[in-house]
């Protein structure tokens, strides 16, 4: 069997095997939770302003609130792919099942790679799907859509490829609960380092906010979802509210994403990624 035809085999029994199993029945019951709560919360923003966003500070608690939800689709994508990741690699590791796979002739870095696709088209797609989903509500309740949609739900995508990527590479290392844990961690850890790096922002607080930054760059994913709100939220909400004091707020974007840090995302994609294939390679199953 070829490489290229042992990375789609792979990819598409991975996918097979996540759509069949609990994780995404919980993935599909929280994200039909969170889509009713918001379109409960979104209706009550409308009949408080009358049916229409046409205020500055309408617009903006609409941002806002936007923002707000859909962190929540990217915890739940997060949750989801970790903790999928280390049952789908670390486990088969343990009960055998990869053993006797990669006992014929196939490579183990393809092998590997199939299940990195699989998931990545799992998680990527539920985000984006779920996302879509929620600026239809969106725009259903309060008549407000998102200035640049399509970036920031490739944007969210990448983050969650980016997370799924580490939990990829812990896997090998470390036991399947404990990868999804550290991964999760990780993540949460990386977005509160963020918030406090944006308060020092607004303070004037080099120090402080240099915390931020330097997260951002040793786990892009806290970078990858202030661009995604940059997208998701009004551009007048800045003009009307922002200034170095917008810094301080946890769901407001005060600029779009550089090309430099996007391939930088790339690239600490690429390298987690090859650690992962060497970390397997070199693994006694």
Not at 96 to 115: D, E, M, N, Q, Y
Request: aromatic residues 8%; hydrophobic residues 55%.
């Amino acid at each position: 069997m070829s490489t290229a035809r042992t990375v789609l085999t792979v990819t598409a029994l991975t996918l097979r095997e996540a759509s069949r199993g609990r994780v995404l029945l919980a993935l599909g019951a929280l994200t039909v939770v969170l889509l009713a709560l918001s379109a409960w919360g979104f209706s009550r923003l409308a009949a408080e302003s009358g049916g229409t966003l046409t205020s500055g500070e309408a617009r903006l608690t609409a941002s806002i609130l936007l923002n707000l939800v859909m962190f929540g689709f990217s915890l739940i994508a997060a949750l989801g792919t970790a903790f999928l990741t280390g049952p789908t690699l670390a486990g088969e590791t343990e009960s055998g099942i990869a053993l006797s796979v990669l006992a014929r002739p196939v490579r183990r870095s393809a092998f590997l790679l199939g299940k990195w696709l699989g998931l990545v088209a799992f998680g990527s797609g539920f985000g984006a799907l779920a996302g879509l989903a929620q600026c239809l509500v969106v725009w259903a309740t309060v008549g407000y859509w998102p200035p640049n949609p399509a970036a920031a739900l490739a944007l969210l995508a990448a983050q969650t490829t980016v997370l799924l990527t580490l939990a990829v590479l812990l896997s090998t290392a470390i036991s399947p609960m404990a990868s999804g844990v550290v991964a999760v961690g990780l993540f949460g850890t990386t977005w509160v380092a963020g918030v406090v790096g944006g308060l020092g922002a607004s303070l004037g607080n080099e120090a402080v906010a240099r915390v931020g930054t330097v997260s951002r760059m040793l786990l892009p994913t806290d970078g990858l979802w202030r661009g995604a709100m940059h997208g998701f939220q009004d551009p007048s909400a800045l003009v009307q509210f922002g200034g170095p004091d917008s810094q301080a707020f946890p769901f407001l974007s005060v600029a779009s994403l550089t090309p430099a840090y996007l391939a930088w995302a790339a690239l600490w994609t690429a390298m987690i990624g090859t650690l992962a294939a060497l970390s397997y390679t070199r693994k006694d199953l």
